[in-house]
């Protein structure tokens, strides 16, 4: 059984060295190789959490999670695409950058404008 790559708002790390984009890609397979599941989960009010599945490609990272018929407020490096969001690869950034950027815009773009944020008490 894996695990995911955040609960309760606290990241494992997975690789912080800078790599181009078929490294970044490489990376992130090997992360699910060793048994880390691609999910991160975000503690809301009354127990439940925001669940981000993450899956890549030769693009970048996509993203997806239950809107609950909420709107998101991503900054413009998120895009749309084929019904997930996207944060493309940039080989200035290692695979713990970019998933933390993935978390940081799902909470400052879904879970904060959306009065959904909790500290976990």
């Given at each position: 059984?894996?695990?995911?790559?955040?609960?309760?708002?606290?990241?494992?790390?997975?690789?912080?060295?800078?790599?181009?984009?078929?490294?970044?890609?490489?990376a992130?397979?090997?992360?699910?190789?060793?048994?880390?599941?691609?999910?991160?989960?975000?503690?809301?009010?009354?127990?439940?959490?925001?669940?981000?599945?993450?899956?890549?490609?030769?693009?970048?990272?996509?993203?997806?999670?239950?809107q609950?018929?909420?709107?998101?407020?991503?900054?413009?490096?998120?895009?749309d695409?084929?019904?997930?969001?996207?944060?493309?690869?940039?080989?200035?950034?290692?695979?713990?950058a970019?998933?933390?950027?993935?978390?940081?815009?799902?909470?400052?773009?879904?879970?904060?404008?959306?009065?959904?944020?909790?500290?976990?008490?």
């Amino acid at each position: 059984m894996g695990r995911p790559l955040f609960i309760n708002n606290t990241p494992h790390t997975i690789g912080t060295q800078i790599m181009n984009n078929t490294e970044l890609l490489q990376a992130y397979n090997n992360m699910l190789e060793s048994g880390i599941i691609p999910v991160i989960e975000i503690e809301i009010p009354d127990g439940d959490f925001v669940t981000v599945t993450i899956t890549a490609d030769d693009l970048g990272m996509h993203f997806d999670f239950d809107q609950m018929d909420l709107s998101t407020h991503f900054s413009g490096i998120i895009e749309d695409y084929n019904s997930t969001y996207m944060l493309p690869w940039d080989e200035d950034y290692s695979l713990d950058a970019h998933i933390n950027n993935v978390y940081e815009e799902v909470l400052e773009g879904f879970i904060i404008p959306n009065n959904l944020y909790t500290d976990g008490e």
